[in-house]
């Protein structure tokens, strides 16, 4: 039985404490709504999780079409693997972008061990280095959150409650995305690579992309957009939209407006398919209730929209 907002913030205790408290990390997600940290992930794990999607795309697609895993609604995904087209409002606003996305979750992890046994091999090595790599950016996040205790007091047992004595084992509402993005030609006006959004999630850790385009705005949909590249060994934390409902509008870590941009080349350039790693972390234990018009306020009143 999950717990309202209400009891979570009473049996949490939830408060903030004040500035003066405030490590390095907090300082930076309450100013500029994005942190920037150690990514001790070498590119060459991403490029071998990415080589190994690619590959089966193309030569196991039946497979991948069998991952697809209810989990939990909560959070507006479910694990597994999905193919995504673009979408436009009949106004020309792009509400979903051209895409193949591949979940990695926990509860769906012990039905995939189980039901992929046999499958090919190319298969399972692409599921292997999925976990591990998922397990790995979970444990920087549980890790970071030690430096936002001062502030959020008990803010670890919120998103990984009752871990301490099993510091390897994850709950089951984080979620790995690893994405890509269709290529498209440089004179395609048809909006962003990623529309502009908040995150459902409470946390967000922008792992690894291996293009430019990333951006976020402090100050929300007005706001100006700062790019964020992603460099060598490191990664970006931030806040999704369920933080907020737990904190109040009012917390000092707010969610960050954001998405990705398409790149300016030469006219007629092809701009190939950018990935992107990014892994959410969710209160497992709580329903925070984040409708569409919190995450997409340009798009309140469409149902079935739910973005991470």
């Known amino acids: 039985m999950f717990q309202s907002v209400r009891e979570a913030r009473q049996s949490y205790k939830l408060s903030e404490r004040g500035d003066m408290f405030a490590s390095e990390l907090d300082k930076q997600l309450a100013e500029n709504r994005i942190a920037s940290i150690q990514m001790p992930i070498g590119e060459t794990d991403f490029a071998q999780l990415i080589d190994a999607y690619k590959v089966c795309i193309a030569e196991a697609p039946e497979f991948l079409a069998q991952t697809s895993h209810r989990v939990d609604a909560r959070f507006g995904s479910d694990a597994g693997y999905e193919r995504k087209e673009r979408k436009l409002r009949p106004d020309g606003t792009q509400i979903q972008d051209p895409k193949h996305l591949m979940h990695f979750n926990g509860y769906a992890r012990k039905r995939w061990n189980d039901e992929f046994i046999n499958s ?157 790693v990014i892994l959410f972390v969710n209160p497992p234990l709580i329903d925070v209730r984040v409708r569409p018009k919190d995450t997409l306020p340009y798009m309140a009143g469409i149902d079935g929209v739910a973005t991470y």
């Open 120 to 276: 090919p091999r190319i298969f399972r090595d692409f599921l292997s280095v999925g976990h591990e790599i998922h397990d790995a950016l979970a444990n920087i996040v549980k890790n970071s959150l030690v430096d936002l205790e001062e502030t959020h007091p008990n803010i670890g047992n919120v998103y990984f409650p009752g871990r301490s004595d099993t510091p390897n084992l994850l709950p089951n509402d984080t979620y790995m995305r690893l994405i890509e993005y269709d290529a498209y030609e440089s004179d395609d006006s048809l909006g962003e690579v990623a529309k502009p959004h908040y995150d459902i999630s409470g946390f967000s850790l922008q792992a690894y992309a291996d293009s430019p385009g990333f951006w976020g705005a402090k100050d929300g949909p007005s706001g100006n957009r700062e790019y964020h590249n992603t460099a060598l060994n490191e990664a970006y934390l931030f806040m999704g939209y369920s933080h907020k409902k737990l904190y109040g509008k009012n917390t000092r870590l707010q969610p960050l407006w954001h998405g990705v941009d398409r790149l300016i080349l030469p006219s007629g350039s092809i701009v190939p398919t950018r990935h992107a």
